[in-house]
């Protein structure tokens, strides 16, 4: 045996050598895999097509085998998207159990989009993970959606259409930590609403620029439509008081939103996102900037690419509230929560007239009720559920309209309004 070894030594080291390269080599591409595929380090990426004909971004180049396939029972729809959505709030976007209960609703209804909480109304944004310097500097992230990005894949994989809910000027975390960007009262201080809430001064352009930069990375994370929620001038608290400068003797309310939404579709079209806008249900119904806070209709609309009237027929007024009721479309509702048919079809009718005849750009896609407004007081209300829902539902379809987004501050949706798939 010795003499065979002896005989035979230098095919051994020869073999033993191969071996030990072979084994360093296994070592060490894993070593280098783990160190460029850690958290820390994110690996190059391509875009791949997905089963919807769509671009999905940041899979791992070698790796596309590995993305979840989406569900079966996921109904696959065309572009452009007939938005039938429900609005979720940062929070129960980061509760798993909410959230999967909805996304099931979803899955198992005519529901196809959500819109979600990006920046919400005290100014917070929903995960911390933002590259946005002013929001970093003022505080604004929290931790809300724990992972934004596999939120947006949980989203794509169930063929949600996402849509990001920035609440723009009523903003007191910026107005407060940033006062030059504020709204101000008379001796220069900053102003506040009923609520005690500072908001940023729609004039300012500054203000503007925060604003689009969340809606940049919004629509870097996958958001396919930026909706601006509180695209006006603040209503409540003594409005008196407040000095908004030589430009708000120059320039009218009405101009400085239009302008600030023409800028807006400028900025984030070349993303590949629409621009949506939120405006009171009483704006369709009279005429020009009504309530004084910058939403004239036709101005509004002219640039962007949908209106969201928030036609909740409890925020029309009542009898109650000023002993007459509230005309809409030549029809008087004398209590309109009680008429929810009536008053979102006779809204949606003159808001499209309107538009048709300015030749506005924007599309309508209505806010309808999903929530019962008992603070109206009795005989004043009723309990909203699935009828009511689909009582406005047909009327937004009467109207001529294809589109409507459900709004619950619960988020607690009248699945029996629905139709099922």
């Known amino acids: 045996m010795v003499d065979f070894i002896k005989k035979y030594k230098v095919i051994f080291i020869s073999i033993g050598l191969v071996i030990g390269i072979v084994l360093f080599s296994y070592l060490s591409i894993g070593n280098i895999s783990n160190r460029f595929f850690s958290k820390k380090e994110s690996p190059k990426t391509g875009p791949i097509i997905d089963q919807a004909g769509q671009k999905t971004e940041n899979i791992p180049l070698g790796f596309e085998q590995y993305l979840v396939q989406p569900m079966a029972n996921v109904k696959v729809y065309q572009q452009p998207v007939k938005v039938k959505g429900i609005y979720v709030s940062g929070w129960i976007a980061g509760t798993k159990a909410r959230f999967d209960k909805l996304l099931h609703m979803a899955n198992t209804t005519e529901l196809n989009a959500m819109v979600i909480d990006v920046k919400e109304d005290r100014g917070k944004l929903t995960y911390t993970s933002t590259n946005v310097a002013l929001a970093k500097e003022v505080g604004a992230p929290v931790n809300m959606i724990a992972d934004i990005n596999e939120m947006m894949m949980i989203l794509k994989q169930n063929n949600i259409f996402p849509i990001a809910r920035i609440v723009s000027f009523k903003d007191p975390i910026v107005s407060e930590k940033r006062p030059e960007l504020a709204i101000k009262t008379k001796d220069g201080s900053i102003w506040r609403d009923?609520?005690?809430?500072?908001?940023?001064?729609?004039?300012?352009?500054?203000?503007?620029?925060?604003?689009?930069?969340?809606?940049?990375?919004?629509?870097?994370?996958?958001?396919?439509?930026?909706?601006?929620?509180?695209?006006?001038?603040?209503?409540d608290g003594n409005v008196k008081i407040i000095d908004y400068g030589e430009i708000g003797n120059t320039k009218t309310k009405a101009e400085a939103i239009s302008e600030f939404l023409a800028y807006a579709e400028k900025e984030l079209n070349p993303l590949g996102v629409d621009v949506s806008a939120d405006i009171f249900g009483i704006v369709p119904v009279v005429k020009g900037d009504y309530e004084k806070i910058g939403q004239d209709l036709e101005m509004i609309s002219?640039?962007?690419?949908?209106?969201?009237?928030?036609?909740?027929?409890?925020?029309?007024?009542?009898?109650?509230?000023?002993?007459?009721?509230?005309?809409?479309?030549?029809?008087?509702?004398?209590?309109?929560?009680?008429?929810?048919?009536?008053?979102?079809?006779?809204?949606?009718?003159?808001?499209?007239?309107?538009?048709?005849?300015?030749?506005?750009?924007?599309?309508?896609?209505?806010?309808?009720?999903?929530?019962?407004?008992?603070?109206?007081?009795?005989?004043?209300?009723?309990?909203?559920?699935?009828?009511?829902?689909?009582?406005?539902?047909?009327?937004?379809?009467?109207?001529?309209?294809?589109?409507?987004?459900?709004?619950?501050?619960?988020?607690?949706?009248?699945?029996?309004?629905?139709i099922k798939d």
């Open 194 to 235: 009923a609520k005690g809430n500072a908001w940023m001064n729609p004039y300012n352009e500054a203000s503007w620029q925060y604003l689009i930069d969340i809606s940049k990375e919004a629509a870097q994370l996958g958001f396919k439509e930026i909706q601006f929620d509180y695209v006006r001038f603040p209503t």
């Open 302 to 418: 002219k640039d962007i690419d949908y209106i969201c009237p928030m036609v909740y027929p409890s925020h029309y007024a009542n009898v109650a509230q000023n002993g007459v009721g509230q005309k809409v479309n030549g029809v008087l509702f004398k209590y309109p929560d009680l008429d929810p048919y009536g008053v979102v079809y006779n809204t949606l009718v003159l808001a499209k007239e309107r538009l048709d005849e300015s030749g506005a750009k924007a599309k309508i896609r209505p806010w309808l009720q999903d929530f019962t407004a008992s603070y109206l007081g009795r005989g004043n209300y009723q309990v909203y559920g699935g009828e009511q829902v689909r009582q406005q539902i047909k009327g937004t379809y009467d109207a001529g309209l294809e589109e409507w987004i459900l709004w619950d501050p619960d988020m607690k949706y009248a699945e029996d309004g629905l």
